[in-house]
């Protein structure tokens, strides 16, 4: 994988498909740019280039000693999309989603489409207090333990390093006091919200999200679960090419 020198430590990045529209996807918490293997070769034969990347402090890319919020995440894409010529298509899941997010209210002139997958843009006091316990959990034991106590069942997923997971949660968890969902409603893409009826995070920040953005469709999938693109990546791909060649 290529990377993007982002002042003293590098994000690695991969771009597949020769043409088209550029479709950025972002994978959550202890994912890494794999997690997609189930959807890159899907949307490079229906024409489009895509872009998937590690998040820092996962899988390949670095783990600055600085702090993380939100907004440096979402920097993150940004820099990237502009890197390999954007605008893009950005979908994020989970974690990503809100990168997403944040990515497309502080880069509007770099998005196309949103499609945000099982996240939210606000946490109550339980999330919260989840977010702090991975954070502890990184701390203490490692990133492996992360994986243990996030019931990773990915092979393909890789132990983060653990000071930089910390700062990354902590930020999430920054929902709780300064969610974004007000922001939501300056967004003018057409945006697609999809989560699993079974998503262990639920299903009401799917719908606040959908509530917010102007215009947005939200589909809630029977049966779904967190991981959609994992339990069913046909389907998944399906929706996810029909949105996007329905906008042009």
Not at 103 to 119: I, K, N, Y
Request: hydrophobic share 45%; charged share 20%; proline share 5%.
């Amino acid at each position: 994988m290529p990377e993007l020198d982002r002042g003293g430590w590098s994000l690695r990045y991969e771009v597949a498909g020769a043409g088209g529209a550029l479709v950025a996807l972002t994978h959550g918490f202890g994912a890494t740019a794999e997690t997609w293997r189930g959807q890159v070769p899907a949307l490079v034969d229906a024409g489009f280039r895509v872009l998937t990347w590690d998040l820092r402090a996962h899988g390949r890319s670095g783990s600055p000693a600085e702090p993380i919020t939100i907004a440096s995440l979402g920097e993150d894409l940004a820099a990237l999309v502009r890197a390999v010529g954007g605008p893009a298509h950005a979908l994020g899941h989970s974690a990503g989603g809100v990168i997403t997010m944040r990515f497309a209210l502080d880069h509007p002139e770099l998005v196309r489409s949103l499609v945000l997958v099982g996240t939210a843009s606000e946490c109550n006091a339980q999330a919260h207090a989840w977010y702090e316990s991975l954070a502890i959990t990184a701390e203490a034991e490692g990133g492996a333990a992360v994986l243990k106590k996030l019931g990773s069942r990915d092979a393909a997923d890789a132990a983060p390093e653990p000071r930089g997971f910390a700062r990354i949660a902590r930020a999430m968890g920054g929902l709780h006091q300064a969610p974004i969902t007000a922001e939501l409603e300056r967004l003018r893409c057409p945006t697609f919200v999809v989560v699993g009826e079974k998503d262990f995070l639920g299903v009401g920040g799917s719908v606040i999200i959908s509530r917010r953005i102007p215009g947005a469709r939200l589909e809630v999938v029977s049966g779904g679960v967190h991981a959609l693109f994992h339990r069913d990546p046909a389907g998944f791909n399906a929706r996810v090419i029909d949105f996007l060649r329905a906008i042009g």
